[in-house]
């Protein structure tokens, strides 16, 4: 049987979302990425959206707190009993042991590893959707209608953290706060290290078979 409470770690522009999207469809399960709770907190000009917004678009990290009680709150819903995709959470060692502490046991960590010119690359092209989230490149996957999202409709914009200065630090981030992980789940024993280079199908095809067993 498949393993089904499993996180996404990796820089960011790895191709987290994209894969975790792909997963959560093939196997039922939720995919909670706090980066897409967070911005929804922000179209809806929430006290959350507008405290975490000063951070994200800097590049810098929402403080753990803030974060370890949204994903707290979305883990007891009853969608994700039978396991879900964790997408950009945990992010620093502090919120890794608070999901200890909550007793949630990951079956597996998919560990995405890209070379930093390729992020750049991913990121400096993506497009997203500020309606449903839906994600685009302009070279890798183009929306069928140039500019506009086909899942919805909506017109697709650059995220203001995919300017490069806010690359810039959000690679810092990843460095020094959560690269630290790769180890603390290896020595969990639940790290898988997943090639995240070529297509997005090539990646998914080695993604599923890590965690099908
Ligand atoms: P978040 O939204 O989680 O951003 P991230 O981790 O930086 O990851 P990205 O969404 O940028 O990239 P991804 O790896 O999902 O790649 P994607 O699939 O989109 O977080 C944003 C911010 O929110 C943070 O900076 C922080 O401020 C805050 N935050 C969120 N969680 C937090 C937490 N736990 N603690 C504190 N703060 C938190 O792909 C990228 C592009 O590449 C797309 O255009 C895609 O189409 C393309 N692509 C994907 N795969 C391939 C491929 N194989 N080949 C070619 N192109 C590809």
Redesign the pocket.
């Known amino acids: 049987m498949a393993k089904t409470k499993l996180m996404?770690l990796?820089?960011?522009?790895?191709?987290?979302?994209?894969?975790?999207?792909q997963l959560a469809e093939k196997f039922d399960i939720p995919q909670i990425?706090?980066?897409?709770?967070?911005?929804s907190a922000r179209r809806k000009g929430t006290e959350l959206g507008k405290e975490?917004a000063k951070?994200?678009?800097?590049?810098?990290?929402?403080?753990?707190e803030?974060?370890i009680r949204i994903?707290k709150e979305r883990l007891s819903e009853p969608d994700a009993e039978g396991g879900f995709i964790l997408?950009?959470?945990?992010?620093?060692v502090g919120?890794a042991e608070a999901l200890d502490e909550m007793g949630v046991e990951l079956e597996a960590v998919l560990n995405?590893e890209?070379s930093e010119e390729?992020?750049v690359?991913?990121?400096g092209?993506?497009?997203?959707c500020p309606n449903c989230g839906a994600?685009?490149?302009?070279?890798?996957?183009p929306p069928t209608e140039e500019g506009v999202c086909d899942e919805c409709g909506s017109d697709l914009v650059k995220?203001p953290?995919?300017r490069p200065e806010?690359i810039r630090?959000?690679l810092k981030?990843?460095h020094a706060k959560?690269a630290p992980l790769v180890d603390y789940y290896r020595d969990q024993g639940v790290l898988i290290d997943v090639d995240?280079?070529?297509?997005?199908?090539?990646?998914y095809g080695r993604a599923e078979a890590a965690i099908s067993d």
Not at 87 to 92: A, K, M, S, V
Not at 125 to 128: A, P, Q
Not at 135 to 141: D, I, M, N, P, S
């Open positions: 996404m990796g820089p960011p522009g790895a191709g987290k979302g994209t894969q975790a999207q990425s706090t980066g897409d709770m967070l911005r975490a951070f994200m678009d800097a590049g810098e990290l929402v403080p753990d803030v974060v994903v997408d950009g959470f945990p992010r620093t919120q995405i890209v390729e992020v690359r991913r990121l092209g993506r497009l997203s994600t685009f490149h302009e070279e890798f996957k995220r953290d995919d806010a630090e959000r981030a990843y959560t995240g280079e070529g297509t997005p199908d090539e990646v």
